[in-house]
């Protein structure tokens, strides 16, 4: 059986989730506190070398890490991840980004509102607002043309930027500015095996 190390509110553990889900790969979870620091122990960095969830340990004993690899190595002969080069190259192009582009830009401002550490930090999410905000519109602008991310079909892609998208106004951007997001934030919910970050 599968094993995903996860915490409760990774934005990079719940895209894995998405995506085991919808494809209906039966999985367990450990899932760890991060406050406790146990994914900086020696005995962690063995299952992620990055010290980092989220990780995957495969039924035959080998690891997974980096969430957008993840991603590819589940959607690998899928509907997900088409064979062409070109498409597939159009699919990576959009994990590149959501890693340089979106990630940091969208997470540490929610990050430092939910350890109630905003005002502490407010420099630093104000320079993370300014460059996310136009992130998200290059993202509005290719969902006003496409259905999904990469396309007119669901992708890899889709998984590796709803989860921090979807989350972004629990850092204090306000999605209404982006309204071809929000319709594809909507569509996504539909998707089979969908489940909310906290499932409890
Ligand atoms: N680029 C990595 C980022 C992973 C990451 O930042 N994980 C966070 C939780 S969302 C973490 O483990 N943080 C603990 C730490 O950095 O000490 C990925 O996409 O998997």
Same mark, same amino acid.
């Given at each position: 059986?599968?094993?995903? %190390?996860?915490?409760?509110?990774?934005?990079?553990?719940?895209?894995?989730r998405?995506?085991?889900? /919808?494809?209906?790969?039966?999985? *367990?979870?450990?899932?760890?506190?991060?406050a406790?620091?146990?994914?900086?122990?020696?005995?962690?960095?063995?299952?992620?070398?990055?010290?980092?969830?989220?990780? *995957?340990?495969?039924?035959?004993?080998?690891?997974? +890490?980096?969430?957008?690899?993840?991603?590819?190595? /589940?959607?690998?002969?899928?509907?997900?991840?088409?064979?062409?080069?070109?498409?597939?190259?159009?699919?990576?192009?959009?994990?590149f980004?959501?890693?340089?582009?979106?990630?940091?830009?969208?997470?540490?401002?929610? /990050?430092?509102?939910?350890?109630?550490?905003?005002?502490?930090?407010?420099?630093?999410?104000?320079? %993370?607002m300014?460059?996310?905000?136009?992130?998200?519109?290059?993202?509005?602008?290719c969902?006003?043309?496409?259905?999904?991310?990469?396309?007119?079909?669901?992708? *890899?892609?889709? /998984?590796?930027?709803?989860?921090?998208?979807?989350?972004?106004e629990?850092?204090? %951007?306000?999605? +209404?500015?982006?309204?071809?997001?929000?319709?594809?934030?909507?569509?996504?919910?539909?998707?089979?095996? %969908?489940?909310?970050? *906290?499932?409890?």
């Open positions: 059986m599968i094993k995903l %190390y996860d915490s409760k509110l990774s934005g990079n553990a719940w895209k894995i998405l995506m085991l889900n /919808f494809l209906q790969i039966p999985y *367990v979870r450990e899932t760890l506190n991060l406790e620091g146990k994914h900086k122990e020696d005995a962690f960095k063995k299952i992620n070398p990055f010290a980092r969830i989220p990780a *995957v340990e495969l039924a035959d004993g080998r690891f997974l +890490n980096e969430s957008n690899a993840i991603l590819l190595y /589940f959607a690998e002969g899928t509907s997900l991840l088409p064979v062409d080069p070109v498409l597939r190259c159009k699919i990576n192009a959009w994990l980004f959501e890693q340089a582009d979106l990630l940091r830009f969208l997470a540490y401002p929610r /990050f430092y509102t939910m350890i109630n550490q905003r005002e502490k930090h407010q420099d630093i999410i104000s320079h %993370y300014e460059l996310g905000k136009p992130a998200l519109t290059h993202v509005d602008k969902l006003e043309k496409n259905t999904w991310i990469a396309g007119e079909s669901l992708s *890899v892609a889709d /998984f590796s930027l709803y989860p921090y998208i979807s989350m972004a629990e850092g204090g %951007y306000v999605l +209404n500015e982006w309204p071809s997001i929000q319709r594809w934030l909507k569509d996504f919910k539909d998707i089979p095996g %969908y489940e909310n970050i *906290v499932n409890a």
